[in-house]
């Protein structure tokens, strides 16, 4: 597979999110042996970079990755995130990212990941209590220990952005983006571009929408987050089904897969971007992988670019609200 950089950072073209091994994306079922199985496929096609967070679960999916990685740790490039946990508050849910809070953080995502150093560092999101250059201080204090190695954003507005990167530079944005998410272009990768920081789009299959293979709401599971999503609810369900037939159609022509498609569309937007598709099991991390052997035509590209507009929120108002917009 194809390796670029995310600032300084090398990694394989597409990554893996191990998110749903543990949590939201759960369709009734988890199953440790299998995503272990699925990590383990991972690192075996090329796959670098691995995704987690403190968050999921909470904890308990960053101890299943940490337990997947014994033996395989320097074969990775291993990325968490941190600032929805409270440490002071107990571990309560809610936004920290003040330097004491990062100190708790990394040493027990450090203890989970079974790991002396994490390669890439997320803020999961903006803290609007701590100032940014309090938060970036702290990480950069964590990289001159060797605790971290790069440190990275995610769902940062512009002017977050330019603050962070003046006081330690940043590897990489998290953020959405995908066929239906085409936020980050208007603003946010100009200014990643300007200032030589790589793109790691979340959910670039639009929480499987793009696969093709969620019909009907009646496939997704109560337990399931998506379950709630503006984007999966009545008919705005109906109406992003077009989005999905319209991939489809394109995905015929080049005998591949839809999610291959989307996949191939994000790759295509320049080699600083390394979209992370969730997934738990082998065959659909095998279909993500080859992705990377997709060549769309101008043509393709074009038309993918003009789909439909996805209809609804990407997240409840609840969630929107978390996002530097």
């Not at 390796?3 to 994306?25: C, P, Q, T």
């Not at 409270?86 to 809070?101: C, E, F, I, V």
Request: charged content about 25%; cysteine-free.
């Amino acid at each position: 597979m194809k390796h670029i950089k995310l600032g300084s950072l090398e990694v394989a073209r597409i990554g893996l999110g191990a998110m749903g091994m543990s949590a939201y994306y759960t369709m009734g079922e988890t199953n440790e042996a299998e995503s272990i199985r699925t990590l383990h496929r991972a690192i075996d096609l090329g796959v670098t970079l691995i995704d987690t967070a403190e968050v999921y679960g909470p904890y308990t999916n960053e101890e299943l990755v940490g337990k997947a990685l014994r033996g395989k740790r320097d074969q990775v490039v291993l990325a968490t995130k941190f600032g929805l946990i409270s440490h002071a508050n107990g571990g309560a849910n809610g936004m920290d990212s003040k330097p004491l809070n990062i100190r708790a953080a990394v040493e027990g995502s450090l203890r989970r990941l079974q790991t002396d150093h994490i390669d890439l560092y997320y803020q999961h999101r903006v803290d609007p209590t701590t100032p940014i250059e309090d938060t970036v201080g702290a990480l950069a204090e964590l990289v001159k220990e060797g605790k971290i190695k790069h440190i990275g954003l995610s769902e940062a507005g512009v002017t977050t952005i330019r603050r962070a990167h003046a006081e330690h530079p940043v590897a990489a944005l998290q953020s959405e983006y995908s066929l239906w998410v085409r936020d980050p272009e208007a603003e946010i990768l100009p200014v990643l571009r300007e200032l030589g920081i790589g793109l790691v789009p979340y959910s670039p299959l639009g929480r499987g929408f793009l696969t093709g293979q969620i019909k009907s709401t009646d496939q997704i599971t109560d337990d399931d987050w998506r379950k709630n999503n503006p984007r999966f609810i009545g008919e705005n369900f109906a109406k992003n089904l077009q989005i999905v037939k319209e991939v489809e159609a394109i995905a015929v022509e080049l005998n591949a897969k839809p999610g291959q498609v989307a996949l191939a569309w994000l790759l295509a937007q320049g080699d600083d971007i390394v979209p992370i598709p969730g997934t738990k099991r082998i065959d659909r991390l095998e279909e993500n992988a080859a992705a990377d052997l997709i060549k769309l035509s101008k043509a393709q590209i074009k038309k993918l670019n003009n789909l439909t507009p996805a209809v609804g929120d990407r997240y409840e108002e609840v969630y929107m609200s978390s996002i530097e917009r």
